[in-house]
């Protein structure tokens, strides 16, 4: 038989109080495992663009793999982009400062992260907003191909926005407790 993995302790008053994660990172971590297979997906249709152009000679099949693959692109980075960054998993210029997570300067590096990209996350919120729900609404074809779904690469635009901002308030929110 194995040992329990959680002891209730005898006092009630030693335990710590239950309390539930904030429903915003369970919902950004279910938005990260959603985007995992478009990383598959996109490397199947960028993988298939030049048997279909040896098949289909100049047709449209190539342009809608490689017009489909830009769009699931666009959304896997949006949200790519922010997991990265949360799991300090993103390129920096100076690798030793950013493996120093438990230093003097580590809160301050991640306060100071989260409001250099929350001013511009909410920036692109504000002016991209418009011109993505025009796009939308007019499903705003490829310039080049004419192939529907150009509008999703705007939409990624404003998902990019939106999931940076929600997370550098987090960010924000979980480094209040002073220093």
Known sequence: MLPPTHTEPSDPREAPPLQPAPPAPRV???????????????????????PLRDLAGSGNGPTQANDLAQWLFALYVAVALRHAGRRGAHLVARPDLAADTTGRFARLRRIGAALCVLPWALFLIVTATVPVVRAVMAMELFPDTFNPGYFMI????????VLLAVQSVLDLWHERRPA
């Open 28 to 50: 950004l971590d279910l938005i990260d495992r959603a985007a995992m297979p478009l990383a598959l997906a996109i490397a199947v249709l960028l993988f298939l663009q030049w």
């Open 154 to 161: 705007k939409v990624a635009l404003l998902l990019l926005a």
